[in-house]
Structures are given as structure tokens and as C-alpha cells.
């Protein structure tokens, strides 16, 4: 069975595999992780170094991998991705039609990418019955030869590049045959966020937070007592340096079982968990959005990556997200033995998904030159079997006359004059259709979702309570963030299902609610006798912040909203967005 060498280039390491290629059950002999050199990548883009080289060659050659073919796998924000559904089709036939109707997929110039697919879902009932979910995926071609050109800096033969997520989904999908799970692959300033259920991924968003300001804060600390970065990382995988919560209102699952040597310490790893914020924000506003488009709740979640590494993060994830939240150490179908190399299954993951079905981004002209050097000792035996089979083939066609020759001749011309006005007016539709495209586009880039945030503040006046109070508005592109004040949760509930009816906004989500007791004060008349107090009056009230998305294509008017609402069963789709 073909073994390949499996890579993938991080900021801070270079995880690598040995393992069998497109295997069933693959067996995965070597692995390593070392140090990625500084300043050699950027966002998913390499850089020319000797030193990048110097450090895969010398790690190959340490743990004695000798295998020469090679697949990388790639995370950077320049991969564009969409899913769409493709009608029944052979799968040899399928990567010609998607780039026959490349245009239809993504309206942006696609002429310097590398396109490939993966197919995420066959439906086998319904009314898409037949029909594939596939995920598209287009890469520029300098990202790609990048790539190229380090495989044969070290000696190696590129014979698949994959994209990170793609490689994520590949290795874990077998893991939710049964129930619904999350896998956060948490690196230092990325982490992507990937949902399967029944051997099939339902959502896949990447988000700009890790743990780096974690370690930073632990590199910071006199109470850590460490050197740089470097130690401080070190520190985290020995010793949880985060507390299991955010803040005290939180649940307690799982609970702390790390001792505080002073309180100096118990605030350091409460100044830590506070870095963690941000990221824990991203992942709820994701499980939040699944939530709301499915019935089915995600009932577990799992950790890879350098997040795999952190002590205690686990624990943090179970209370904070509510969903049990364990580290990646098992893989169901992998032969694997820990003894074999450096650090847990969780950090190589990526590169065993990398390895089962790649989308392939390797240039065509790239794939032919290999494939031509792959073959060359079988083509010498192939072209004598072709001569001699020509030549049995021209003596036995040696009866045909010249003059059927010139009639099929002929023929051909007679075609050929008959779908020239065919042709001519072929490339009159190509041309109307390109600028169609061009100006489609144009049109397209001048949209944001807040173009109408005056209509949407009208239908605020309008629609809310004459009685509730607007404490702080807040708008961004894409969003605004509401803090409201009402007189009890009752009030405060219809305030929110209203908001979800608005016309403007494609979803709210809830993100704190509080009740609130604040004594008000009124000062004794002048009537009243000397030295008695001023009257205290208790009012309750309710405090609830609310984040509402405008609709990315624009505001969608009331006629328009309950059609819509009609069509979909009441849930707005967003079908056919870029990711």
C-alpha cells in the first residue's frame, strides 16, 4: 500500500505523519512536531527560508521517514469555500461540470485559483433525492506553488494539498454516526469550528480567536514565574493556568481541582481565563447560530490542536458552552501508536484527514508532469504494444479508397459551414453573459447589510413598547447590540419575539438578561420635621442585551418578509452566501 508524508505548516509547528495514502482503515507509522522557524508563513502562505526546509528535512531524517510523496494541508483565509447543491451526476463527470458553471458559483474572477469539490452529501429521499451537497473550494495559484516549490526543496514529490478544514472533516467525520458533535481545532490566533452529524458536516466557520493572548498573559505574570513565551507554553500544557470559569454566574460542571497557592496566583489565572473570552463568545455565537436553523442539539464537542495542549481548557468549554467538551485522543478507523512520535493524536489530525480525500489543488499541468514521470518505465512497454497494434490496424484497414476519403472530406467541410452562424452567435451570448457578470458584481459590492439601519430604527419606534427603554444602541456592517430595560421578564420575552419578527433583521440572539433592584430616593418636603430621612422607593426592573443581524442582502420590507415566511416554514434562509 502507497505511504505519503503528511505536513501541515503552523505558526508555531510543523506537525508531520507518515502514514498510508486513500486507505480504508490507514495505519499511520511515524510522527513528529517541531517549531516552525520564525516569520516563514502568513496566513497560510509560505515564505522562502532555508530555515523551513532545514526543519522538515531535519525532522524527517531524525524519526527515519524516507517516504518521498507528499500532501500538505493548508488553512488560510484567501481558500474560498460555498456549498451548493449539484444535481445527479457521475462523479467522474462532476469536477467538468462545476467549472463549466464555475461563474454561477462565485460571481469574482476565479482565472489565478485552482478549483476543486468535495462531496459533503448524497441525499437519498426528499426532494432532492439523487442530488449531492458538495463544498467548492478555489485557491490562488501562488498559495498553491508555494507549496509546490517546498516539496521539491526537500526532496519531495507533491501529490495532494488539501484545505485544513476539508482535512478536519475527513478525519472525524465517523465520530458522529450517532450524535450530533463539534470539533474545535484551537490554534494560536485561529480556531475553526466544524459541526457533523451522520457522517456528514452540517457547518464549518472559522474565527479569529486562540489562545495567544493566554499565553501571552502567563508570559507576562510575575506570579507564573517564567521567561518568555516559549516557557509560559510549556507552564500551560503542565499546569491549568485558567480557572473553569469566566466569571462566578456560571455553572459549575466540571470542577476546579487546581490549588491556588496564594491569591496573588488565583488572580493570574483569573486575569488568563478572562483572555479566553473572546474566544468562548465566537463558539456560542456559532453553536447559537446551529441552534437556531436545526432540531437537533450538538450533544458533545471535542478540542484539537495546540487547544488539545492547554490543561484545564476542556473544563472551561464544559461549563461555559454548556455541551461536555473533551480532548480529541481516540480516532475510530486509525491505526495509531502513541509510542511512535511526539505529542497526542489531537495535534496531527489534520494531517490523517489530509491523507483520506484531499480536494487536490495541485495544478493540472502539475498533475501531468507527475503523472508522466509516475508512468515512464510502463509507456516504453505501452507504445510497443501501440505500434504493433497500429500497424495490424492500418493492414487490415488498407481496402478504404482514396475517393471515400475526400467524401468524408467533404462532409466534414459541408458541417463545418453549416455551424458557423452557430458559432457566431455562441460568442455574442458569451459576451452579453460576461458582462452581465461584470455589472452583477459591480452592483453586488455596493450592498451592506446596514444600508438601511434609518428604516430599521423606525420599526424600533414603531414596534416596541411606549413603556421600555433603549439604554445603549450599537451598529456595526453587519449587526447592532441593543441594551433594553422592561418592567419584568414577561414584558421583556415579548420584546425579544417581536424583535424576532422584525422585518430588518435576519436573527436575534440573546446575550445576557438580568433583573435589576435599585432603591430611588426622594427627598422630605419642607413641611416634613428636621432630621427625617428621605424616602426609599424599590423598583425592580429587567436589563437584557440583544444582538440583532440585519439581512445581508438588505432590508427586507414588510410585504416581502411574511411571503418569505410562508415559503420557508417561518425561518429566513440565507442560501447560496460565499463563506
Known amino acids: 500500500m502507497a505511504k505519503v508524508v503528511s505536513i501541515e505548516v503552523g505558526y508555531s509547528f510543523i506537525k508531520i505523519c507518515e502514514m498510508d495514502y486513500k486507505a480504508r482503515t490507514p495505519r499511520v507509522y511515524r510522527f513528529a512536531m517541531v517549531p516552525t522557524p520564525l516569520n516563514v508563513i502568513e496566513d497560510g502562505y509560505l515564505k522562502e527560508s ?3 526546509r532545514g526543519a522538515i528535512r531535519e525532522a524527517l531524517n531524525k524519526n527515519k521517514i524516507k517516504t518521498k510523496r507528499a500532501v500538505f494541508t493548508v488553512a488560510s483565509s484567501k481558500i474560498v469555500n460555498r456549498e451548493v447543491i449539484l444535481p445527479p451526476v457521475k462523479p467522474n463527470m462532476m469536477d467538468a461540470m462545476i467549472k463549466a458553471n464555475i461563474h454561477d458559483y462565485f460571481p469574482i474572477d476565479l482565472s489565478d ?9 448524497t441525499f437519498k429521499e426528499g426532494d432532492n433525492a439523487g442530488k449531492s451537497r458538495v463544498m467548492l473550494v478555489a485557491a490562488e495559484k501562488t498559495l498553491v506553488s508555494s507549496y509546490e516549490a517546498l516539496a521539491e526543496s526537500c526532496g519531495l514529490m507533491l501529490v495532494g494539498l488539501d484545505y485544513v478544514g476539508n482535512s478536519i472533516y475527513q478525519a472525524v467525520k465517523k465520530e458522529s454516526n450517532k450524535v450530533t458533535a463539534m ?9 475553526i469550528i466544524t459541526i457533523v452529524k451522520d457522517n456528514n458536516m452540517m457547518l464549518q466557520r472559522s474565527i479569529n480567536y486562540g489562545i495567544e493572548e493566554a499565553i501571552h498573559e502567563v508570559a507576562a505574570s510575575p506570579a507564573f514565574d517564567v521567561i518568555d513565551n516559549k516557557d509560559a507554553w510549556q507552564l500551560i500544557k503542565r499546569r491549568s493556568c485558567i480557572k473553569v470559569v469566566l466569571d462566578s454566574s456560571t455553572k459549575i460542571v466540571e470542577p476546579d481541582l487546581e490549588q491556588d497557592d496564594d491569591l496573588e496566583f488565583a488572580q493570574a489565572r483569573i486575569n488568563v481565563t478572562r ?37 484545564g481548557l476542556s473544563k472551561l468549554m464544559t461549563n461555559e458552552l454548556g455541551i461536555k467538551t473533551n480532548v480529541f485522543k481516540k480516532l475510530e478507523g486509525i491505526v495509531w501508536h502513541p509510542s511512535m512520535g511526539d505529542g497526542g493524536l489531537y495535534n496531527y489530525l489534520a494531517c490523517i484527514g489530509a491523507t483520506m480525500a484531499p480536494v487536490g489543488f495541485i495544478a493540472s499541468e502539475k498533475q501531468q508532469k507527475q503523472q508522466k514521470e509516475a508512468n515512464s518505465k510502463s509507456l516504453y512497454v505501452l507504445l510497443g504494444i501501440f505500434f504493433v497494434v497500429a500497424s495490424a490496424a492500418l493492414a487490415a484497414n488498407g481496402y478504404l479508397t482514396y475517393q471515400e476519403a475526400l467524401d468524408e472530406q467533404k462532409r466534414l467541410q459541408g458541417l463545418e459551414s453549416t455551424y458557423i452562424p452557430a458559432q457566431q452567435i455562441y460568442e455574442k451570448y458569451v459576451a452579453a453573459t460576461n458582462l452581465y457578470t461584470e455589472v452583477l458584481t459591480g452592483h453586488l459590492m455596493t450592498n451592506r447589510p ?19 427603554s433603549v439604554m445603549e444602541f450599537s451598529s456595526s456592517d453587519t449587526e447592532a447590540i441593543l441594551r433594553i430595560q422592561a418592567a419584568d421578564k414577561e414584558t421583556a420575552a415579548g420584546i425579544i419575539l417581536n424583535l424576532r ?64 415566511s410562508q415559503q420557508t416554514g417561518g425561518e429566513t434562509q440565507a442560501e447560496g452566501q460565499v463563506d
Open 50 to 52: 532555508a530555515g523551513l
Open 183 to 191: 470539533i474545535l481545532k484551537i490554534e494560536e490566533s485561529q480556531t
Open 275 to 311: 483572555t479566553l473570552a473572546p474566544l468562548i463568545s465566537g463558539i456560542t455565537r456559532v453553536v447559537d447560530f446551529y441552534n437556531s436553523r436545526n432540531p437537533e442539539r450538538i450533544e458533545k464537542a471535542y478540542i484539537m490542536g495546540m487547544g488539545g495542549d492547554m490543561s
Open 501 to 564: 419578527d422584525f422585518a430588518s433583521l435576519q436573527y436575534v440572539v440573546v446575550d445576557s438578561i438580568q433583573e435589576v433592584e435599585e432603591e430611588i430616593r426622594e427627598e422630605a418636603g419642607e413641611g416634613s420635621p428636621a432630621g427625617q430621612e428621605e424616602e426609599a422607593e424599590l423598583r425592580r426592573y429587567v436589563e437584557f442585551t440583544v444582538t440583532c443581524a440585519y439581512y445581508p442582502n438588505g432590508y427586507q420590507t414588510e410585504q416581502q418578509a411574511p411571503e418569505q
Open 113 to 121: 485559483h485552482e478549483i476543486s469539490h468535495v462531496v459533503l452529501e
Open 450 to 468: 446596514n444600508d438601511n439601519i434609518l428604516e430599521f430604527i423606525t420599526e424600533l419606534e414603531q414596534k416596541l413598547p411606549a413603556d421600555v
